[in-house]
C-alpha cells in the first residue's frame, strides 16, 4: 500500500494532466484531501511542465493528419485562437504565459500550448513562457484555495460536520 501523502500526491499529478481540470482543481482536490498546500502545488507544477513538450508533439504529429478531423478538435483549437490571439499579439511569447497563469476555467496549459503551436511561436522560448505561466497560475490558485478551504472547514465545523 503506498504512503496516504505519495497516493494523493500522484493523484494530484493525475488530476494535473487531464484536460480540463489540471491545476485549477487539482491543488484544491489536494488540499481538501491534506496535503500541504506546498506539496499540492509542487505535484500540479511539475505534472504540468512534464505535459508541456509532449502536447507540442502530439499537434505536430496529429493535429493535421488526424485530429483535425474532429469537429470538437477543431471547435477547441478555434475557441483558443479566439480567446487567446490578443495576448500573442500584445505580447508575443510572453502572450502565452500570461494566458496561461489566468486562474480561470479554460487557459490551461493545454490551451496556452495550442496557442503558441498555432502562432509558431519559438518553441524554447514558448516552453519557458508556458512553465512560468504554470508557475504563477498554481501560486494564485493556491493563494486563493488554502484560506478558502480554511474557512469552509471552519464553517462546517461550527455547524457540527
Not at 487531464?18 to 485549477?24: D, G, Q
Not at 484544491?28 to 506539496?39: A, D, N, S
Not at 478555434?78 to 476555467?105: C, F, K, M, N, T
Amino acid at each position: 500500500m503506498l504512503d496516504p501523502i505519495l497516493h494523493r500526491t500522484i493523484q494530484v499529478m493525475i488530476f494535473s494532466v487531464a484536460p480540463f481540470v489540471e491545476l485549477r482543481a487539482s491543488i484544491p482536490f489536494g488540499i481538501t484531501k491534506g496535503l500541504p498546500p506546498l506539496v499540492a502545488l509542487a505535484a500540479a507544477v511539475l505534472a504540468s511542465w512534464i505535459a508541456i513538450i509532449p502536447f507540442f508533439l502530439i499537434m505536430d504529429l496529429f493535429f493535421d493528419r488526424f485530429l483535425s478531423r474532429f469537429r470538437l478538435v477543431r471547435h477547441f483549437v478555434e475557441e483558443v485562437r479566439a480567446r487567446g490571439h490578443i495576448y500573442v499579439e500584445r505580447w508575443g511569447v510572453l502572450g502565452v504565459g500570461i494566458y496561461v497563469s489566468i486562474p480561470l476555467p479554460g487557459p490551461g496549459i493545454y490551451s496556452g500550448t495550442v496557442l503558441a503551436w498555432l502562432f509558431g511561436l519559438p518553441r524554447r522560448q514558448a516552453i519557458v513562457s508556458l512553465a512560468l505561466g504554470v508557475l504563477v497560475s498554481a501560486l494564485l490558485v493556491t493563494a486563493i484555495s488554502t484560506p478558502a478551504i480554511a474557512l469552509i472547514r471552519r464553517i462546517l465545523s461550527s455547524m457540527g460536520y
